[in-house]
Nanobody
């Protein structure tokens, strides 16, 4: 089992920034990827970004490219999501995810509890 604990959500004005953190513990050696998904009210849980533990290769949803950056600290088993130029459309609950691939929510093996991000105009 892998436990994921997120932090860093909050309320921010449009154009502002937030950084989310996700600390992993447990049997993390079985996870190739960690990343982030988000879910707005009444919508599906959508992929945001993922990073491969060993190579550091990153992948982003088109909607966040150029604004969000995912990074990792292997020593701390922690993944970060730096979110800049935030828009009201970025408002959602953000979930940390881990697994073999996590290309979409069907492939996620482990989820965090979620952290709310609210962007107001």
């Amino acid at each position: 089992q892998v436990q994921l604990v997120e932090s860093g959500g909050g309320l921010v004005q449009a154009g502002g920034s937030l950084r989310l953190s996700c600390a992993a513990s447990g049997r993390t050696f079985g996870t190739n990827y960690m990343g982030w998904f988000r879910q707005a009210p009444g919508k599906e849980r959508d992929f945001v970004a993922r990073i491969k533990w060993n190579s550091g290769n990153t992948y982003y949803a088109d909607s966040v490219k150029g604004r969000f950056t995912i990074s990792r600290d292997n020593a701390k088993n922690t993944v970060y999501l730096q979110m800049n130029s935030l828009k009201p459309d970025d408002t959602a609950v953000y979930y940390c995810a881990a697994g073999q691939t996590i290309f979409n929510s069907d492939y996620v093996d482990y989820w965090g509890q979620g952290t709310q991000v609210t962007v107001y105009s």
